[in-house]
């Protein structure tokens, strides 16, 4: 997300100094605490993930579920059963929402969590993303939350316009504070790869790459894949980004030490679909975890 530029005061949602701690506080003050000593995770990542959990309760409570659904690395998280401890959450909109309705999810969400949080939650100053050459817009809402002398500062981005393929999945985030799981609609696996896929293609080096091929290392070592499915997640995300199908990992694409590893793995697992995809071949396979890919038709047909 480096395209966001513009920094925005956080609006602060400390009021006037009271004698008393209402209960509710107290006790999350105290549970965070008895955490931070068993686990050895500091009170505001505690915090921090307390205040994410809830926000992703609020989420998972609207009437309409599709109308935000998660994406990012959280989903990867939650499938290999690991705790997020990132204060970044990503989401999704129904095609065609606007500004005008994002903030209204938002606000609807928000409403949510405060009654799981114990907290008041704040919102500051929306940044939107600039126009760009895709179909992809997005919006960050940074949000602060403050317990005690402690406060939490979290941004929620939520793109529209990022298709989904093959279908929506339901997931269970399990809190690590403590609270109940939340349940939610997320991208599936195939469109985590396709989008990494195309994060990688695109960065070819840095951070970004990185951790794309990190993910892409997850999911092909942890996950089985159809290869209809995943040529249909990749076909739409490089559509939708205006970019056309390579034939395969660019040889250009060069990482040293323990990254190169992954960028073999990379290439074991995105290349074979994708030369199929690209002179007009259905890629009729199936990846175990770990791989290879294996052909379940006729090399031809399908």
Not at 2 to 19: I, K, L, Y
Not at 189 to 194: D, F, L, M, S, Y
Request: charged share 20%.
């Amino acid at each position: 997300m480096g395209h966001f530029v513009t920094r925005a005061e956080m609006q602060s949602d400390a009021g006037p100094a009271r004698q008393a701690v209402p209960a509710g506080k107290r006790a999350l003050a105290e549970s965070l605490r008895t955490l931070e000593s068993n686990t050895g995770r500091s009170f505001d990542a505690l915090l921090t993930q307390h205040v994410v959990h809830s926000i992703l309760l609020g989420i998972g409570g609207l009437a309409d579920r599709e109308q935000l659904i998660l994406r990012g690395s959280r989903p990867l998280d939650a499938w290999l059963g690991r705790a997020s401890w990132n204060d970044v959450v990503e989401l999704g909109a129904a095609a065609g929402s606007d500004s005008v309705t994002i903030d209204q999810l938002m606000d609807r969400a928000l409403s949510g969590c405060r009654v799981d949080s114990a907290l008041a939650i704040s919102r500051g100053a929306v940044l939107a993303s600039p126009p760009g050459s895709n179909e992809i817009r997005s919006w960050v809402f940074p949000l602060a939350a403050s317990l005690a002398r402690h406060r939490a500062r979290i941004r929620v981005i939520v793109s529209v316009g990022a298709p989904i393929a093959p279908a929506l999945q339901e997931i269970a985030i399990p809190s690590p504070t403590g609270q109940r799981a939340a349940r939610l609609l997320a991208c599936p696996r195939e469109t985590t790869v396709a989008e990494a896929a195309w994060t990688l293609l695109e960065a070819l080096d840095g951070e970004d790459a990185e951790i794309a091929l990190s993910e892409l290392r997850l999911l092909a070592s942890h996950f089985r894949f159809d290869g209809a499915s995943l040529g249909q997640a990749l076909e739409v995300v490089f559509r939708a980004r205006k970019t056309p199908l390579p034939r395969s990992v660019p040889e250009r694409l060069a990482c040293s030490g323990p990254l190169q590893d992954h960028v073999e793995i990379a290439r074991r697992f995105l290349d074979p679909p994708l030369a199929r995809m690209t002179t007009g071949l259905p890629p009729a396979m199936a990846w175990p975890p770990g791989g290879p890919w294996e052909m379940t038709g006729h090399w031809r047909y399908g």
